[in-house]
């Protein structure tokens, strides 16, 4: 699978690149990752008030579905991040990059009043091309 970032020149460039203005993919199977939560294999809300560990758990369950369909966290095109306040921005970006190495993937961020538990201060979800 060819994964290309597009950044065009008279674009900003995006401050710490912690996200991609655009992805080329060439690809033939996509797979659309819900939006993934904090909670652990039992189903339990991890990490209740803290922003950086609820995106670690976000994003080590979406590694799980990925890996699972046969893809990497190094295949995904794009993200969308939700968060209940703007102030968690920072932890998320910082952990985000802990699993987005190198070129990251395009990203939308919304803050938005809730989410479906009140304990959930993060979600994410991504559009993955397959190899």
């Known amino acids: 699978m060819k994964r290309t970032v597009f950044q065009p020149a008279n ?7 912690t996200y991609s203005h655009g992805v080329i993919v060439e690809a033939g199977r996509t797979l659309y990752v ?3 939560t904090s909670r ?6 991890v990490c209740k008030g803290d922003a950086a560990g609820q995106t670690r758990q976000v994003l080590e369950n979406m590694k799980r579905v990925i890996e699972g369909a046969g893809g990497r966290m190094e295949d995904v095109a794009k993200t969308t991040v939700y968060l209940t306040d703007i102030k968690h921005r920072d932890a998320v970006s910082r952990v985000r990059q802990e699993f987005f190495k190198g070129d990251a993937p395009a990203n939308t961020l919304l803050v938005i009043s809730a989410l479906a538990d009140a304990d959930f201060l993060v ?3 991504a559009i993955v091309p397959l190899p």
């Open 123 to 125: 979600e994410i979800e």
């Open 11 to 17: 674009v900003f460039v995006p401050a710490g690149k």
């Open 34 to 36: 819900a939006g993934q």
């Open 40 to 45: 652990d294999e039992q189903g339990r809300v």
